[in-house]
């Protein structure tokens, strides 16, 4: 920010690359006040996989959310985390961990109760690389994840058809209007079949190495949501 004026110099990363601005909800002319809804049909975990792996969007059980929800994986991207150039996998229980209090399977519990309560389908998008890891593949397009969060406002998406993921376990969604079906699974985006399970096999190590600082506050249940294979 200039001393001067006062005016945001969007020039400057010395403080972050990744700028954020506050302002009162009353500025939005169209915001709903309060700010308050019913409960959701549907939650969305946001996840950027740099290995081109994942699904740009599944399906999770119950249990399957609670192991997500848990691990907290993404990837750091350059751009938005200062000292980053290529995508790094990383993970953050809860999506949040320096901010918990609890054991994050006190938070995942509480996920999976209001989900049984109200029936509410949990999602697992991914916006991350498609085809092959970064480097290699191509980003996920902005207008397939907009067309994919749009079918699951709409409920389109929960009509639609799924097989499992050998690797994962989780449904997969294989149509959805807007976006072809060989960008809705990752093996067949891939060119090298091989270099795809080689890969899914590493990101699922990944998963059950960062899972075991967690194992011993977690249900047998949980435990088993995650990857399935066995890994060399």
């Known amino acids: 920010m200039l ?26 002319h169209s915001a ?24 740009p969007v599944s399906c999770l059980s119950p249990a399957q959310a609670m192991y997500h929800f848990i691990s907290g994986y993404t990837a750091k991207v350059s751009g938005t985390e200062m000292g980053v150039t290529e995508p790094q996998a990383t993970f953050s229980p809860c999506f949040g961990g320096p901010f918990l209090v609890w054991h994050p399977n006190k938070y995942a519990e509480l996920l999976a109760a209001r989900m049984k309560e109200h029936r509410t389908r949990v999602w697992l998008v991914n916006t991350g690389w498609s085809g092959g890891a970064f480097g290699l593949g ?12 749009d079918a699951i406002h709409s409920g389109a998406l929960a009509q639609a058809e799924t097989e ?29 079949k091989a270099a795809y399970e080689t890969t899914a096999r590493k990101l699922a190590g990944l998963f059950r190495e960062n899972f075991c600082a967690y194992e011993s506050g977690v249900s047998e249940e949980i435990k088993t949501a995650g990857p399935r294979v066995n890994l060399p």
């Open 3 to 28: 001393e001067q004026d006062r005016t945001v110099d969007f020039t400057d990363t010395s403080l972050t690359e990744n700028t954020r601005g506050a302002y009162p909800i009353e500025f939005i």
């Open 164 to 192: 499992r993921d050998p690797v994962f376990g989780f449904n997969v969604v294989t149509g959805c209007p807007g976006v072809p079906r060989e960008t809705l699974l990752p093996r067949e985006a891939w060119y090298d």
């Open 32 to 55: 709903r006040i309060p700010c308050q809804a019913g409960h959701p049909t549907d939650v969305i975990f946001l996840t950027c996989d740099a290995f081109g792996v994942l699904p």
């Open 138 to 149: 191509k980003r996920i397009s902005l207008k397939n994840t907009r067309a994919i969060i």
